[in-house]
């Protein structure tokens, strides 16, 4: 693969201060007019197991994460021995001087099933017991170590901010990882400062003392390494205003954009930071007044879905944010929504499953689930996003989706999106339009009778909103007749459920091919990788490698997956000699969704089911060998710790 990147990652107990260290990292960079893209990978214990954050970084557009790691800030032991191997040759290990002499078989967070795997290594290339062998072992691999006194920083940090006892600056030490590795890279230190501040902005104090910490690190770094590593990251020059943002926020402010102004939820990881994120900034700032947004933790997740329901029907933008756990909850009232036409949207971030599974890991496995939950037959629009910025975009359109069509939308995501984070430039958001479909008011009323359900040619009835005058209505979640009450007639029941499920031909109809897929690559190619969500960024990225290699593919992304777009989709596929399924599940799931649509099946498949999102690297690898006929029909991806 072209090297064409600087790979930093920062790993350490969780609540070590690994997401903060990273942060400020991924804005210096992001300051200095680097593109970044960060990974961030954590336990679901709250504190204590292992956490890292891998972060790339380049002159030019990057969409995900390779394996190579050039700089590996390690916060403890177990970091390096789980991430060493990561390391490339001429790359380098920062670790603090206490830890060497650790006894890595004696770490207590470390896994039985990871124990083996380290006895193993450790026979087969005869390292002993300590962390200083193991660095000794790497040496060996032209891995440079930086072994830095941490302790002795500490004292001496604690001495010029007049804080004599050590344990109240400790925490600095993710401070201090930062200042070493941006002198190794010789990179702007005004421009780490400039981070630290923005991250403690609310806490000036400290902002001041860790920019001390930095810049005192910074010097022992510069003046005890020199200039021993090779890699170097160099600032350039850029018009555009830039924006750091993860994939929660850029929902969250989607959502913002799409007229939102009520949010519910019951915590749950990876969602659970979207709405928090809304929380923070419930009160916004416009040019002309101060709106605000409402977000409810409710007891659970029936009220999550049923109070965004009940919100909408009273006439505002509501949305529900959950997990897999969590949308089983809501099948019920999901249905209720779909037999009372209720323009609700469910944003829905796919985790490890099935059951707790693993709750802060990446999966694509509910997709199944999202188009057939619930009980009966009723319409649901389903549009995944593939990265960031179709995250803002696509969390704005699904109101205008779901208020024009009415009926609920599923804004279906994974974990990797969600706390995955990027350089963007600034969101363009002054061409988008709210429509709010046929969503009458008072004077419209009156002197008419109003029908909530009237039969209309195209499945669609003028609504309005609870307690609007003239507009008396009925909602019961039986089905019922054109004014909402009960109704179990023959002729009826037809009648409605054909109401309902016709809007779907509308929806094809009407929404824009982009909306529905995107396409990537040479179209006329012979070989076609299919996929949808988070795999997105590391399928493009391969693709432009196998080009460089003379290999021809085409890269087609799903992203409207109910209705899904068959006869575009058929005719793409058509006649294609090698279609290549990717995404990260076990069996396949669009693969089957576009048999089933198409009667078209994949004939490879390279799938992951680790709970690790795809790198670019192993996905380029994959394909490289179903290109050149090398590849079983299956392959499953295996990179990440």
Known sequence: MAKDSIN????GPQGSGVDTASNIFGRACGYGGLHVFGRREYHSNIKGLHSYFHLRLSKKEILANINDVDLLAAFDAETVVRHMNEVVPEGGIIIGSQHLNTNVMHISTLPPEFR??????MQENNVGETLADWLEHAKKLNIQV?????????????QKLGVIQLSKITRMINVLTVGVSFALFKYDRELAERAVRA?????????EMNVIALNHAYDYAESTFKDNFKHRLEKTSITEERIFVTGNQAVAMGKVLGGCRVQTYYPITPAADESEYLEAHEILKTSDKDESI????TEDEIAAITSAAGAALAGVRAATSTSGPGFSLMAEGLSWAGNSEVPVV????QRGAPATGLPTRN??????FVLHSGHGEFPRIVLASGDIRECFYDAAKVFNLAEKYQMPVIHLLDKAMANCSQTYPVFAYHQFKIDRGQLLTEKDLEGKEYKRFSFTETGISPRVALGTKNGVHWYTGDEHNESGHISEEPLTRRLMVEKRMKKLNLVDKEIPLEDKLAFFGDQGSENIVVSWGSPKGAIIESIRLLKADGLSAGFLQIRMLSPFPSEIVRRLLAGKKCIIDVEDNYCGQLGDLIKEKTGIAPNYFILKYTGRPMTTTEVYEALKLVLTNQAPTRQVLMYGS
């Open 8 to 11: 930093w990652m920062a790993g």
């Open 116 to 121: 083996l795997e380290m006895r193993k290594f």
């Open 146 to 158: 930086f072994s830095v006194p941490y302790m002795d920083l500490l004292n001496q940090i604690g």
């Open 199 to 207: 991250i403690f902005a609310d806490k000036s104090k400290i902002a």
């Open 294 to 297: 409402i977000v409810v933790q």
């Open 346 to 349: 469910i944003t829905y971030y």
């Open 363 to 368: 999966g694509q496995a509910d997709l199944h």
